[in-house]
């Protein structure tokens, strides 16, 4: 069925950018709504951004407007994550996630591993 892989973290400097990709297997993702969702060091796991099949996104965190944006790629099978202005406090793991339904997702079906993202001088 379907396998999410995230890729595209990595160590970056403030004020830098990231472009996080979360790539689809087994099954298309052009009926999914897919999120990404960040846990830091010693918080719970939240969800940042939300995009529904129709394209629409959602933000749930108010630190990361103007910064952060989803955007899919149904011919890729890809779901891309674009972090600018990177902060420090944007340090986590961060993971893609897929079920059906409006955003939020709730209750994901699928989970990728997640990839580590650093900010720091």
């Known amino acids: 069925q379907l396998q999410l892989v995230e890729s595209g973290g990595g160590l970056v400097r403030p004020g830098g950018s990231l472009k996080l990709s979360c790539a689809a297997s087994?099954?298309?993702?052009?009926?999914?709504?897919l999120g990404w969702f960040r846990q830091a060091p010693g918080k719970e796991r939240e969800g940042v951004l939300c995009?529904?099949?129709?394209?629409?996104?959602?933000n749930y965190v108010d630190s990361v407007k103007g910064r952060f944006t989803i955007s899919r790629d149904n011919a890729k099978n890809t779901v891309y994550l674009h972090m600018n202005s990177l902060k420090p406090e944007d340090t986590a793991v961060y993971y893609c996630?897929?079920?059906?339904?409006?955003?939020?997702?709730?209750?994901?079906?699928?989970w990728g591993q997640g990839t580590q993202v650093t900010v720091s001088s």
């Open positions: 996630a897929a079920n059906f339904g409006l955003c939020p997702v709730r209750h994901p079906d699928y």
């Open positions: 087994g099954l298309t993702l052009d009926r999914y709504t």
């Open positions: 995009i529904d099949s129709s394209g629409k996104s959602t």
